[in-house]
């Protein structure tokens, strides 16, 4: 199986270094397409054998399978240019898809398929076989370092200044629906869009978003009422060399690749 990676960033250059240095057996990385081909050549470069470095519309031709690990803001026209192709799109930028509504029907239209990796969530499984019956609520908390959320527009709308004014304790920075938290936080709410494709739906999953200063890491807290069954899941991230981004992430990507082409797996 060819893999194309679209992003190269670090998680990317995480998911490249696993991938060339034999993980999965039948898979190999074969392309990567970047914002900055240059920069990405010269980090391309030191893997072996040595992936093409290619624009975006030259990447489906060379894969038979794509991961997306750039941002939301680049997921719509990567989504766009991978399903086109018929091809799938392994992707971990869910903050993006609301930005993409006809994601379904160019899906649909040209046989491609759209996977989440979302490491950072727990409980997806569970949560889908939940979303076969009924399910009465979904209520994700989250709790993030106040730094990582300093910049962030709406929280600075709201009067937070959490670099000027670093809070001592827990601070509710936002409540509402997973929608509207994918909205205002594109970077961090991945996560929220991922329950809610599992699930109920965006306006019907809610969500509130703590800024924590005694993390070291983001802390994802799930509450799930259903017909058949009560859950209550707690994930602990670490961060990564990036502290935007969990650890857990790069690992999500190889652990949904090698579903594709392990001859026994766990999970639905």
Partial sequence: MRVGLAGFGNVGKQVAERLSAGCLDGVRLTAVTAR??????????????EPAVVPLAALPALCDIVVECATADSFPEIARTVLHAGLMLVCVSAGGVPNCPELVDLARKHGGRVRIASGAMPGLDIIRSAAEGTIHRVHLASRIRPDSLA?????????????????VSPVLVFEGTAGEAAAHFPRHFNVAVSLSIAGIGFERTSVEIWADPQLQGTVHCVELDAEEVGLTMTSRNRPSANPRTSRIVAPSIIAALRSLVAPVIAGS
Avoid: K, N
């Avoid at 240059?38 to 030191?46: G, H, I, K, P, T």
């Fill in 36 to 49: 900055d081909l240059e920069r990405a050549a010269r980090s391309a470069a030191s893997l072996t054998p």
């Fill in 151 to 167: 910049h962030e527009p709406y929280v600075l709308a709201a009067g937070h200044d959490f670099s000027a004014r670093p809070p």
